[in-house]
């Protein structure tokens, strides 16, 4: 069985006087501990279908399954990345990465646990009890990354949690990231508009085109590539060709 799977799912967005066709008969199927990457040009309905596979959002047509389950129906817990660290500038770097888990109200002592572990393999445990504006926006990211693995969600939903940082605290980023996922074997989706960030991160990319929005293309991301981090992958001889390939077919979707 499939981790999760996405059976023909279409979605219109409606308004007194248009209808925008969001997502037309996407089907996909992504498997546990896989990294995959949502890819197109704007408006090719990316969010929509994190939304959807989040339970958010009711497709007009079609069904999402999370692990066998309708996510709008279960207590699935999907972990989110944004591109903002929404960490609360009155709490303490333990209070805030705690959060997640006593609103779930996970034991507090097994937690308390956690958040040490994972403050300390991320480098931040010298600021546990440091306010958010003392941290950089990279040791933020990381915060937020504790906080959101924490309450060992099933399923991680990655919306551009990267773009707002600077060029090398993001390759120092996603190194973190990849490999924390890996070692907790964590199933992802990262949506980004960043060719080499998909090639770096992921094990599969699915491109979408819009109007409206389907699966124009899927990816395998060689082999080669998956096996080492991201910032070596981008220095690999197989990466220029097939960011070649993965631009050419952008740039005519666009
Ligand atoms: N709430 C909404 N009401 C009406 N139309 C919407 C709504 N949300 C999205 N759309 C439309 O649906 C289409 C897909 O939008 P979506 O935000 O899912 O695309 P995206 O690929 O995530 O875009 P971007 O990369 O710019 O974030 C677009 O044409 C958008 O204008």
């Known amino acids: 069985m499939s981790f999760v799977k996405v059976d023909h799912v279409s979605h219109s967005y409606f308004s007194p006087k248009s209808r925008v066709e969001a997502l037309k008969d996407v089907q996909l199927e992504i498997n546990q501990g896989e990294f995959v990457s949502f890819l ?3 408006g090719c309905g990316k969010s929509t279908l994190l939304s959807i596979i989040a339970g958010l959002l ?3 047509f079609g069904e999402v399954r ?4 309708n996510p709008m129906k279960t207590k699935n817990t999907i972990g989110y990345m944004l591109q903002q660290d929404y960490l609360f500038p009155w709490k303490t770097i333990r209070e805030n990465t705690s959060l997640g888990a006593s ?3 996970l034991p507090s002592q097994e937690t308390d646990i956690m958040v040490l572990a994972l403050l300390e393999e991320m480098g931040l445990s ?3 009890d440091a306010y958010p504006h003392e941290l950089s926006g990279g040791m933020r990211q990381r915060a937020s990354l504790v906080r959101t693995l924490v309450t060992n969600p099933t399923l991680l939903l990655l919306d551009e949690p990267f773009s707002a940082l600077d060029f090398q605290t993001k390759l120092k980023m996603e190194d973190l990231v990849l490999s924390t996922l890996k070692s907790y074997d964590k199933t992802a989706i990262l949506v980004t508009h960043d060719i080499s960030e998909a090639i770096a991160m992921s094990d599969r990319i699915i491109l979408f085109s819009k109007h409206p929005g389907k699966i124009h293309r899927v990816f395998e991301v ?6 080492i ?3 070596e992958a981008r220095n690999h001889s197989s990466y220029p060709a097939f960011f070649h390939l993965i631009w050419k077919e952008l740039e005519n979707l666009e």
């Open 40 to 42: 197109g040009p704007s």
């Open 58 to 60: 009711k497709p007009t």
């Open 66 to 69: 999370v692990k066998g389950k």
């Open 103 to 105: 609103l779930l109200h």
């Open 126 to 128: 010298k600021f546990i």
């Open 222 to 227: 060689p082999k080669e590539l998956v096996a």
């Open 229 to 231: 981090s991201p910032f």
